[in-house]
């Protein structure tokens, strides 16, 4: 059973905005902490951001930072992934994950996670 439930994404243009959202209302345990991490064509999984749980810190990649924003609301159990002035290297799948413990290693660590969803496609055109 799916536990993690991503929507959001599609075909915009270049420089379009676009949010994505992840439902883990599904998932019952104590999380630590939900990512978001990418995956373009051809290329090895990317972190994109987190976000803890216990004071909704967000961390990014350095490479997202300033574009990228993740945010949460606690009533719905989602967590979202703003990303504003899309470029055509955006495009790729996203997926969110979550992660039980606070000590297992890095949050950009895709292997730190428990949990993944499926993914939402995201295409960005030039």
């Known amino acids: 059973q799916v536990q993690l439930v991503e929507s959001g994404g599609r075909l915009v243009q270049a420089g379009d905005s676009l949010r994505l959202s992840c439902d883990y209302s599904r998932r019952t345990d104590t999380r630590y902490a939900m990512g978001w991490f990418r995956q373009a064509p051809g290329k090895e999984r990317e972190f994109v951001g987190a976000i803890t749980l216990s004071d909704n810190m967000s961390y990014y990649s350095d490479s997202m930072k300033g574009r990228f924003t993740i945010s949460r609301d606690t009533a719905k159990n989602i967590i979202y992934l703003q990303m504003n002035s899309l470029k055509s290297e955006d495009t790729g799948v996203y997926y969110c994950?979550?992660?039980?413990?606070?000590?297992?290693?890095?949050?950009?660590?895709?292997?730190?996670?428990?949990?993944w969803g499926q993914g939402t496609q995201v295409t960005v055109s030039s």
């Open positions: 994950a979550d992660r039980i413990r606070s000590w297992s290693g890095p949050l950009s660590d895709g292997a730190s996670y428990d949990d």
